[in-house]
């Protein structure tokens, strides 16, 4: 029997590796950081559109099996598992598509304050000063910190689009797939947290060793020169810190955190109710 699928996505530097390293100890679940079925299935469903002048020979219920071979296919070594959670965060985008090929799909979406992704990413370029950063096309987007910002922000860069898919998503038809998990609550409150995403997910309850998570990819890390973007700490903890970024960019950034607010969305939520921090 094919596991079920679920899905996890959201926004960068928001808990996603971490959710997936707490999520792979239970021995039913398949868990990882980004993988390539998504960046895939976004290929595909595009070769199958208008673009393609022999797409009309295809239907849609080839192309819904042609889609849902990718899963099969990538997730067929983890058939023993009962449960596989795929990442991208590109899924928030393709709710409609995806949630037709496997309905019962639910979504896990990490967010954090944009103010303080931005911070996260910048603290991992300073730490990481002798190694130009590939998150940035060019010598003139990693000049400043402005520049870098601005780059990580725009509408199909790394905080950007998937900051404007997850709107999408949210205020969307299929927003009651989404389960909205803010960094801040996962990171003091894991037991709480994951409690009430088993409940979401309708998954029977396994105890999870905070104190003992392990997840890294630094291969991947090292081939986009940033180390340390995938690397998850072994204690599961919230560590207070003032900002690195100059206040008027925290400002700029901190009102950004659409998910506060519940009206026009059926949308799950675990987020914090209070303003954001300062910097």
């Known amino acids: 029997m094919a596991p079920q699928i679920h899905l996890i996505s959201g926004l960068p530097r928001s808990g996603s590796t971490l959710l997936a390293g707490i999520l792979r100890q239970n021995p039913r679940f398949h868990a990882a950081m980004t993988g390539p079925v998504g960046t895939l299935f976004g290929v595909m469903l595009n ?8 797409a009309l020979f295809i239907t849609d219920e080839q192309k819904r099996a042609l889609l849902a ?5 990538f997730y067929a070594p983890q058939a023993e598992k009962e449960v596989v959670f795929d990442t991208d965060r590109g899924w928030a985008a393709r709710l409609p598509a995806v949630l037709a090929i496997h309905p019962g799909a639910k979504v896990l979406c990490c967010v954090r304050s944009v103010a303080w992704i931005m911070d996260s990413i910048e603290r991992l370029v300073r ?7 590939r998150l940035f096309a060019t010598a003139q987007e990693r000049a400043t910190v402005y520049s870098r910002t601005e780059a990580l922000a725009h509408r199909d ?19 009651r797939s989404l389960l909205i998990i803010e960094y801040d609550i996962l990171a003091q409150r894991p037991r709480e947290c994951m409690k009430l995403i088993y409940e979401f997910l309708e998954q029977p309850w396994c105890e999870h060793d905070f104190d003992n998570v392990e997840y890294a990819e630094p291969e991947f890390d090292a081939q986009l020169s940033t180390p340390g973007l995938h690397t998850v700490q072994r ?14 960019l925290f400002e700029k950034y901190r009102g950004l955190s659409f998910w506060r607010d519940p009206k026009g969305s059926q949308a799950f939520r675990i987020t914090v109710q209070t303003p954001e921090p300062d910097g």
């Not at 071979?69 to 296919?73: A, C, G, I, P, V």
């Not at 730490?127 to 950063?133: C, I, L, T």
């Not at 999408?168 to 927003?175: T, W």
């Not at 207070?240 to 206040?247: K, M, N």
């Open 69 to 73: 071979s990718l899963f099969e296919t």
């Open 235 to 248: 204690k599961v903890a919230f560590t207070a810190r003032r900002t690195v970024l100059p206040l008027d």
């Open 157 to 175: 860069r790394l905080v950007g689009f998937p900051w404007s898919a997850l709107k999408e998503a949210y205020y969307g038809p299929q927003s």
């Open 47 to 54: 070769a199958m559109g208008a673009g393609n002048e022999t």
């Open 127 to 133: 730490a990481n000063a002798f190694v130009p950063s």
